[in-house]
């Protein structure tokens, strides 16, 4: 529907139709047309029901009368429409990527000299190339083209026309009425492809073009030109055989600014694993939408979005759509349709907000990168992350305490096999918890809290450290600690936690004394009021929570600020850095 907002502005409602990226597709398609014909920025808004796209008030004799989006000729059968100015010839461009391909793997294997530096900027490939191989392989390229052949065909008077015909009929929320040549296909409609029925079904087969009655041309072709400017597709697989196409989902941004960060997104080398790449992609969003904003752009970055201050990342953009592509052979059908959140954990006020809420960022993608897609315990330690992402409010921090608590035991196993596994920092922790959850941040300000969470480190990552440092009087690793306390935590009522950090500080309070008397470093003791304190917090809070936390903060790496001075008889150890 479109509102007169006032006298200059204007708004189209995009509904959301379909629940996936096609309706995202046709927002920022109906953005980037209606881009072409005012000065002023185009916004896109969640209203929950649909995408409202918000501009000054076009002039249809403005818009420039091409497709938006290149005819992609995949063949010499391929019927090219005369005057086209975007055509790509997908051989030629396949043969560049190729030979890319292998000149990048020779550059691996020897020093680059000036000749092969110039062969790969020959075969430098289009920025949309990935865009144009997912086209082709998910079978979209024939009604994309069609289209694009049809408004070439137009004058530009008769396009106008029907754009403007097209632009009313959006905003009463009918059909178009264009007839111009296109069909539904899953790459910009993925419900497309799970079929359809009718009451007693007599002759259909797959060829049938019921489905194409619900089918609006313009609102595909909005789709096509929104595909380019907002898909960024990946190939999964050993045979690079399956496709996974990931789309932001637009919370308030200007269409330009959106299109700005997909680009640098889509450049960006990301795993191919799926929770992993899901991950990634949504954190490392978030940081472009935080490095490229007005207020806090770093010194060597174009601005691309306008507004950042006052707001949080998922205030902008609010989560990544997921769709993935599964190979059957012959074919690809839709598998999976998921959404991915963007971190909403602190609001962005001042400069030092957006440094925080980077850092965070930093140290989260560093730990995602680390883990491994084919070992089993890891993959499930990616898909948890994934599940916190995917989760809003107090229960998604709980899921991110535990993942917190599992990959702590991960640290202590992956790094006695010599692998250097970044760490969590505890400042990081405190701000993200302090952020979200008021009531946990008071566990973590207790003193109790942090003395035995200090211990824990003491005994396990920092011991592990002092080990791989050849450090001599390194001491007891508790290796059994961490999966212990998480084990007890998840027992029924609180006594079993209780007595298993109790014997823990019984014994590391007794390791402290000996170490003391052979003149070894050794930090001081857990008192018998911090450990009440602890008790006290474990009966407010239950050990589901507090067990989890314990384990989670405890092997986190302390910064080297937090770091007290070290004494004669009160000597921390030196914690290795990421």
Same mark, same amino acid.
Request: a positive charge.
């Given at each position: 529907m479109a509102e007169? %907002?006032?006298?200059?502005?204007?708004?189209?409602?995009?509904?959301?139709?379909?629940g996936t990226h096609g309706d995202i597709f046709a927002a920022v398609g109906l953005a980037l047309l209606l881009k072409t014909a005012v000065e002023t920025e185009v916004r896109i808004i969640d209203t929950g029901l649909g995408f409202e796209v918000r501009t000054a008030q076009p002039s249809v004799d403005s818009i420039?009368?091409?497709?938006?989006? @290149?005819?992609?000729?995949?063949?010499?059968?391929?019927?090219?429409?005369?005057?086209?100015?975007?055509?790509?010839?997908?051989?030629?461009?396949?043969?560049?990527?190729?030979?890319?391909?292998?000149?990048?793997?020779?550059?691996?294997?020897?020093?680059?000299?000036?000749?092969l530096q110039q062969l790969l900027q020959q075969d430098e490939p289009r920025a949309d190339w990935r865009l144009l191989?997912?086209?082709?392989?998910?079978?979209?390229?024939?009604?994309?083209?069609?289209?694009?052949?049809?408004?070439?065909?137009?004058?530009?008077?008769?396009?106008?026309?029907?754009?403007?015909?097209?632009?009313?009929?959006?905003?009463?929320?009918?059909?178009?009425?264009?007839?111009w040549p296109a069909t539904s296909v899953q790459l910009f409609a993925p419900n497309a492809a799970k079929g359809y029925s009718r009451l007693k079904p007599d002759s259909t087969d797959r060829n049938d073009k019921t489905k194409e009655q619900w089918l609006d041309p313009f609102v595909e072709w909005l789709?096509?030109?929104?595909?380019?400017?907002?898909?960024?597709?990946?190939?999964?697989?050993?045979?690079?055989?399956h496709v996974r196409l990931l789309c932001p989902v637009p919370r308030d941004i200007d269409v330009d600014g959106l299109r700005g960060v997909v680009a640098v997104l889509r450049d960006i080398s990301l795993p191919a694993a799926a929770p992993k790449l899901d991950s990634l992609a949504a954190l490392k969003l978030a940081e472009l939408l935080i490095r490229y904003s007005a207020e806090f752009h770093d010194a060597d970055k174009p601005t691309l979005i306008q507004r950042m201050r006052g707001r949080t990342p998922a205030d902008v953009i609010s989560a990544v759509s997921v769709t993935h592509y599964q190979s059957l052979g012959n074919a690809k059908a839709v598998s999976a349709i998921s959404s991915v959140a963007l971190?909403?954990?602190?609001?962005?006020?001042?400069?030092?907000?957006?440094?925080?809420? %980077?850092?965070? %960022?930093?140290?989260?993608?560093?730990?995602?990168?680390?883990?491994?897609?084919?070992?089993?315990?890891?993959?499930?330690?990616?898909i948890q992350y994934r599940r916190f992402l995917e989760t809003r409010g107090d229960q998604a921090i709980a899921i991110l305490i535990d993942f917190m608590a599992r990959y702590g035991s991960l640290v202590l196993r992956g790094r006695e096999q010599g692998r250097k596994i970044p760490q969590f920092t505890t400042a990081n922790t405190e701000k993200l918890i302090m952020a979200h959850d008021q009531s946990l941040s008071a566990v973590l300000?207790?003193?109790?809290?942090?003395?035995?969470?200090?211990?824990?480190?003491?005994?396990?990552?920092?011991?592990?450290?002092?080990?791989?440092?050849?450090? @001599?009087?390194?001491?007891?690793?508790?290796?059994?600690?961490?999966?212990?306390?998480?084990?007890?935590?998840?027992?029924?009522?609180?006594?079993?936690?209780v007595q298993a950090i109790s014997e823990f500080i019984s014994l590391y309070n007794v390791e402290n004394a000996r170490r003391r008397e052979l003149g070894k470093p050794a930090p001081r003791n857990v008192t018998t009021e911090e450990f009440e304190s602890l008790i006290r917090l474990i009966e407010t809070h239950g050990a589901a929570t507090v067990g989890p936390m314990l384990c989670a903060y405890g092997s986190c790496r302390l910064a080297r600020e937090e770091e007290p001075a070290e004494t004669e008889n009160d000597l921390q150890t030196v914690e290795e850095g990421d």
């Open positions: 007169q %907002l006032d006298q200059n502005l204007i708004s189209y409602e995009i509904p959301k139709a379909t420039p009368p091409v497709p938006g989006y @290149p005819f992609l000729k995949t063949n010499e059968k391929t019927a090219v429409p005369a005057g086209d100015f975007d055509l790509v010839d997908y051989k030629t461009e396949k043969a560049k990527a190729d030979r890319r391909r292998k000149l990048q793997r020779a550059k691996r294997s020897k020093a680059a000299g000036a000749e191989q997912v086209l082709n392989t998910l079978q979209g390229d024939e009604t994309t083209n069609r289209v694009h052949a049809q408004i070439l065909s137009m004058s530009t008077a008769e396009f106008r026309q029907a754009v403007a015909k097209a632009l009313g009929s959006l905003s009463r929320f009918e059909p178009s009425g264009l007839d789709r096509y030109r929104g595909y380019f400017a907002a898909a960024c597709p990946y190939f999964q697989g050993d045979g690079a055989e971190p909403g954990w602190l609001n962005l006020k001042e400069p030092n907000d957006a440094s925080v809420f %980077l850092a965070i %960022l930093g140290e989260h993608q560093r730990v995602i990168r680390e883990l491994r897609h084919d070992h089993s315990d890891e993959i499930g330690l990616l300000a207790e003193p109790g809290f942090k003395a035995v969470a200090a211990a824990i480190r003491t005994a396990t990552v920092n011991a592990q450290a002092q080990k791989a440092m050849n450090r @001599p009087d390194y001491r007891e690793i508790r290796y059994d600690l961490l999966p212990d306390l998480r084990r007890k935590a998840s027992l029924p009522g609180n006594e079993p936690l």
